[in-house]
Nanobody, 118 residues
Framework: QVQLVESGGGLVQPGGSLRLSCVASGRTVSNYVLGWFRQAPGKEREFVARISQIGISNYADFVKGRFTISRDNAKNTVYLQMTSLKPEDTAVYYC????????????WGQGTRVAVSS
């Protein structure tokens, strides 16, 4: 089993930045695809970004150029650097992971809350 724990959320003004972290425990996730999702109040959970086991990243259109996903396999950690934050980025952000051979995200964190407001 893999446990994922997010941190780094908080309240930030529009235009500000935050870096989210997600630490995995239970086993190494170096061969996992890791991703970030978010769920805004009253909305469904949506994909934000993912990074493959070899570092190839993909982003939702609404975060391209503003968010950057990265991973540190030595620390079993995935990051989401968020810049130029907008009020519509307000959500609970979740990290998730799955082994390369799995087609769906098998493991999820509990989420960290991000609020963008002046």
């Amino acid at each position: 089993q893999v446990q994922l724990v997010e941190s780094g959320g908080g309240l930030v003004q529009p235009g500000g930045s935050l870096r989210l972290s997600c630490v995995a425990s239970g086993r190494t996730v170096s061969n996992y695809v890791l991703g970030w999702f978010r769920q805004a109040p009253g909305k469904e959970r949506e994909f934000v970004a993912r990074i493959s086991q070899i570092g190839i990243s993909n982003y939702a259109d609404f975060v391209k150029g503003r968010f950057t996903i990265s991973r540190d396999n030595a620390k079993n950690t995935v990051y989401l650097q968020m810049t130029s934050l907008k009020p519509e980025d307000t959500a609970v952000y979740y990290c998730a992971g799955h082994p390369l051979q799995s087609g769906t995200y098998d493991y999820w964190g509990q989420g960290t809350r991000v609020a963008v407001s002046s």
